[in-house]
């Protein structure tokens, strides 16, 4: 809801193949309702608890699936880079390194969780 309110304006220069992360901060009342107390474009990425151990290095990975990766794929051990009319070969890839959360599974994206800007 925040993001569809300003919504026309989040890339008046229309520039393609950038993202951004932000940060919502919520408290919760006795009623155990949620309020937003602030959306920040730079949020904190701190890994000051143990959940946030757990959750950030994740989201982060997964964030980078979603935009970076799908313009540079990460190499495999056949992948070639052409330089200068040269052929460099990659050794043997390293394993993929993944970050479980509880509850989901390792090849699953956790932002498909979150509705997208067309789906609000």
Not at 52 to 77: G, H, I, T, W
Not at 94 to 115: A, C, M
Request: proline share 7%; aromatic share 10%; glycine share 4%.
């Amino acid at each position: 809801m925040t993001l569809k309110s300003v919504e026309g304006k989040m890339n008046p220069s229309q520039r393609k193949h950038c993202f951004e992360i932000f940060g919502y901060d919520f408290m919760i009342d006795q009623s155990l309702r949620p309020w937003l107390i602030e959306v920040n474009t730079n949020p904190c990425l701190e890994e000051t608890s143990r959940l946030l151990r757990d959750l950030l290095p994740r989201m982060l990975d997964d964030a980078f699936k979603l935009s970076v990766d799908v313009m540079y794929p990460p190499f495999s051990n056949k992948n070639k880079l052409t330089k200068h009319s040269s052929v460099v070969e990659f050794g043997e890839a390293e394993p993929t390194k993944t970050f479980p959360v509880e509850g989901y599974s390792d090849s699953e994206n956790l932002w498909r969780h979150i509705y997208t800007m067309k789906g609000i």
